[in-house]
């Protein structure tokens, strides 16, 4: 490549404020899913009387109806964004102006209405999370947009999403610990019966969700006055049929959101998390310890793709993941069953865990690079740059899959599995018996790792490498040069 193809852009500070946004984002939006799944089923409207099948459908719904708002706004909101033009730049904005809408609804999530009218519980729970949806989406999917704006040098870019990554994948455990503090710190001022109390009625998870709001405000207020997009917009406006055209037409973006599509099910495994942690390893608490090995392997697999790519391309480092691991979910599956789930398997069951988290590094870094790529060809086809639609075209599909996941996942564990929720105000978790807990255990392994193979499908049509990527990434800087479109910096 050319001298300014290889050209490094960003300080230091930059990459890690970049990180830091990202971490912000996740401390909030990596655990809030899966725990309001818990709140509305097993706190929410605990007592009232409300029949359990019909709640136990409605939730399944709530989530899949969410997840279709929420691929609706991708679209919106990359459309809005790659027609937003402002000195801060057209990602920055979003970040920046959406965090307190954002921290401010996802409390109001943990606000159930004290009703004894079973129709109105269950609207307010599809109005709240299909608004906590749309906030999220307004905030999140710019935040993805930034790693393609960071720097024109596709090597930079690439670094910099993988670090940022990383530290998004650490902000993801992070709400974890946030609220295990908040329980401990809570059990020490009330004492274990008022503590107890509280936590049957999710007073921890409202407690949580603030220290959290409070955190995403914070962090990516540090990215939004350090960090600077570099890449020049261009300035024709894209219409909205554009902006759909965008998303199916490139064949490449569409491989690459299609991913998510294909293995939508590879997420069920958080509805069950929290589950496994109390039924299979013995105590609610464990879900961090469960979390956090998957978690650090997930912020290890991230620094582990960032050496793969160095060796393979994004395409053969996506596919080796995937197959590494559904291996590693199987494995984990065998293992418990051959143990059992008594206290002897916590230590093997932790540690395989941490294992199949680095998988995870693979998703939350390889898809950003490879769209980050689809940017510069679809500029290089069209003349347009549609970071925005780019990563509204992924978004779509994330949020397809994730409604697909949420209505699965829900159905899989309080309908498949058999779970029974407890009707004991004072008592957060009812017995599950032995068929349950084995179905527990393949909706955290099995399941997902068949969607972890799938996944892997859509890569091989995906030709966006090699020799290909590096003409259009040269010749895009000709183009800017040629047109006095140039960067200070690029120049």
Not at 110 to 125: E, G, K, R, S, Y
Not at 140 to 162: H, K, M
Request: aromatic share 12%; proline share 3%; charged share 15%.
């Amino acid at each position: 490549m050319s001298d300014k193809a290889n050209k490094k852009y960003m300080k230091k500070s930059e990459i890690a404020t970049f990180g830091i946004g990202l971490f912000g984002v996740a401390l909030l939006t990596g655990w809030m899913p899966d725990y309001t799944a818990t709140y509305f089923a097993d706190f929410a409207f605990k007592g009232k009387g409300f029949d359990p099948d019909t709640m136990s459908n409605a939730i399944s719904m709530v989530f899949l109806v969410a997840g279709i708002v929420g691929a609706v706004c991708e679209l919106v909101i990359g459309y809005l964004v790659d027609n937003t033009r402002t000195k801060f730049g057209k990602v920055k904005p979003w970040v920046g102006f959406g965090v307190v809408p954002l921290a401010l609804i996802s409390m109001l999530v943990f606000v159930a209405p004290n009703t004894d009218n079973q129709n109105l519980a269950i609207v307010w729970m599809f109005v709240i999370y299909s608004l906590y949806t749309a906030f999220c989406c307004a905030v999140e999917s710019p935040a993805n947009c930034f790693g393609s704006l960071c720097s024109p040098n596709p090597s930079e870019r690439s670094s910099a999403i993988s670090i940022a990554s990383f530290l998004r994948s650490v902000g993801q455990s992070g709400g974890m610990v946030v609220i295990l503090v908040v329980g401990l710190i809570m059990k020490a001022a009330m004492g274990q019966q008022q503590f107890k109390n509280a936590e049957g009625q999710g007073l921890d998870l409202l407690i949580s969700t603030a220290v959290c709001a409070l955190g995403i405000i914070l962090f990516t207020m540090i990215f939004f006055v350090n960090n600077k997009e570099r890449v020049p917009f261009t300035q024709e406006k894209v219409s909205l049929k554009d902006a759909v055209k965008v998303v199916f037409t490139n064949k490449n973006l569409l491989m690459v959101s299609l991913t998510k599509l294909a293995g939508f099910g590879r997420g069920v495994y958080g509805t069950v998390s929290l589950y496994i942690a109390i039924y299979l390893l013995g105590s609610k608490d464990l879900k961090l310890g469960l979390l956090l090995p998957m978690g650090i392997g997930t912020a290890v697999g991230t620094l582990l793709v960032n050496i793969v790519l160095k060796k393979f391309s994004t395409k053969k480092t996506f596919i080796i993941f995937c197959l590494y691991g559904a291996s590693s979910l199987a494995i984990l599956f065998l293992v418990s069953k051959g143990i059992g789930f008594n206290d002897g398997l916590i230590i093997p069951f932790l540690i395989l865990n941490f294992f199949c988290g680095l998988q995870h590094g693979n998703t939350n870094v390889t898809p950003n690079i490879m769209i980050a790529d689809c940017v510069d060809e679809i500029e290089y086809k069209t003349g347009k740059r549609q970071e925005g639609l780019a990563y509204a075209g992924y978004g779509l599909f994330s949020k397809i899959a994730s409604a697909f996941t949420k209505a699965l996942g829900p159905w899989l564990l309080y309908t498949w599995s058999g779970y029974a929720v407890s009707t004991d105000a004072n008592v957060a978790y009812a017995v599950q018996t032995d068929a349950t807990l084995d179905k527990l255990l393949m909706i955290y392994t099995i399941i997902p790792a068949v969607f972890v193979v799938l996944q892997a499908v859509p890569i091989f049509f995906y030709d966006m490498v090699g020799e290909k990527k590096e003409k259009i990434t040269k010749e895009l800087i000709a183009r800017r040069e040629a047109n006095g479109t140039l960067t200070k910096e690029e120049a």
